[in-house]
C-alpha cells in the first residue's frame, strides 16, 4: 500500500515520525539530565545515565520500527551473532551518508551497548538534537587546522583533554564509542583530493582511535569493524525518507583488544608507525571487502536481468 503513495509526500510523512518521536523523548532526555546535574552524587548520576541510556534505546527503537514501514529493505547482516550486551566496544566503519547512523543503530539495537559518537562542538547548537547529545554525554570535540594550532600553540591537546574525560565517564557503565574513521563522508570529490590508495574509502584516521585504546583498552571487549555497503548507490537521508532505500549489506569483524594494540600513541614514534599501519592493512581489508560485495551485487543484478527478459 506504502508503494502507492508518492515519494515526496511519503519522505514528509517519514520525516514527521522522525520528528514527533525525537521531541517526545528527548523532553523525557532533558528532565531526566536536569536531575543528574542537580544532585552531585556520584552513586545518583550513575543511576541517572542508566535511564538516560534506556529513553535513548526506546527512541532507537522507534525510530527502527519508522525504517521498516517506510522502506522495504533486503537486510543482508553478518558477524553480529556473538555480540552481547553487556560489553564495552569500539566501533569502527567506513562512512558514507548521514543514512549510515541509522542503519548501526537498526543492526546493533539492544545487541551492544547505545553507540555514542564523537561529535563536532558546532553540532551542540542543532535544535533538539544537540541537547540531547549533551544530556546522553556525547563527547563534543572541536578540531583545528595546523595553521590555527601555529598561531595559537596553546590549543594544542584540547581535543585530546574532552577525549580524556569522555573516556573516564564512559568507564562507569558499558557503552559502544563510535568512530567514522575516515573523519567525513565518503564522496569522489574527497577521494580525488586526498589522493586515497582505496578503490571505495578515504584514508583512515587513527589518532582518536589509538588514545582511546590506550585510556580504556583494559575495558574494551574487543573492536567491531563495520563494513556498511548500499549495492545500489549511496542514499541520502531524503532518499530514506521517501523508501528509495532497497538494500544494506553490512559486514561486521570482531577484533581483538590486544596489549600491542594499546600505546603512547603521541610521544612512543614506533608504536605511532604501527598503529598507522595496523590501521591501514585493516582499510585495505575492507576496502577488498566492498569491492567483493559490489561486484557479487553487479553479477546478481545482470543474471536477475537476464533470467527478466527471458521469461519476458
Not at 522502506?71 to 558514507?96: F, K, P, T
Request: aromatic content about 12%.
Amino acid at each position: 500500500m506504502l508503494n502507492m503513495i508518492p515519494g515526496p509526500i511519503r519522505g514528509l510523512a517519514s520525516l514527521a515520525g522522525y520528528t514527533l518521536n525525537t521531541i517526545f523523548w528527548c523532553a523525557l532526555l532533558f528532565c531526566v539530565a536536569l536531575l543528574k546535574a542537580l544532585v552531585p552524587l556520584k552513586k545518583w548520576r550513575r543511576t541517572c545515565n542508566r535511564i538516560l541510556n534506556l529513553i535513548a534505546t526506546r527512541w532507537i527503537a522507534i525510530n527502527n520500527l519508522n525504517l521498516q514501514i517506510m522502506n522495504h529493505i533486503h537486510w543482508d547482516i553478518r558477524g553480529i551473532e556473538a555480540l552481547r550486551a553487556g560489553n564495552w566496544y569500539l566501533v569502527l566503519s567506513n562512512h558514507q551518508s548521514w543514512v549510515d547512523i541509522l542503519v548501526l543503530q537498526r543492526i546493533f539495537h539492544r545487541r551492544i551497548p547505545f553507540l555514542k559518537f564523537f561529535i563536532k562542538q558546532e553540532l551542540i547548537w542543532m535544535p533538539v538534537l544537540g541537547l540531547a547529545w549533551w544530556a546522553l554525554d556525547f563527547p563534543f570535540v572541536k578540531r583545528y587546522s595546523r595553521a590555527v594550532l601555529k598561531r595559537k600553540p596553546h590549543l594544542k591537546g584540547k581535543d585530546l583533554e574532552i577525549t580524556r574525560k569522555a573516556c573516564r565517564k564512559f568507564r562507569e557503565i558499558p557503552v559502544s564509542i563510535m568512530n567514522f574513521t575516515e573523519g567525513t563522508r565518503f564522496t569522489h570529490d574527497k577521494h580525488r583530493r586526498q589522493k586515497s590508495p582505496y578503490g571505495h574509502l578515504l584514508r583512515p584516521r587513527s589518532g582518536g582511535i589509538a588514545f582511546v585504546l590506550n585510556a580504556m583498552g583494559e575495558q574494551m571487549t574487543s573492536i567491531l569493524d563495520v563494513t556498511i555497503v548500499y549495492p545500489q548507490g549511496t542514499p541520502s537521508f531524503w532518499d530514506m525518507l521517501c523508501g528509495r532505500l532497497k538494500e544494506v549489506i553490512v559486514r561486521v569483524r570482531e577484533i581483538p583488544v590486544t596489549d600491542q594494540l594499546q600505546g603512547d600513541y603521541f610521544n612512543d614514534e614506533a608504536y605511532r608507525v604501527w598503529f598507522q599501519n595496523w590501521l591501514n592493512r585493516l582499510w585495505l581489508e575492507k576496502d577488498a571487502r566492498i569491492a567483493a560485495i559490489l561486484a557479487k551485487a553487479r553479477t546478481h543484478n545482470r543474471q536477475t536481468a537476464d533470467a527478466f527478459q527471458e521469461a519476458a
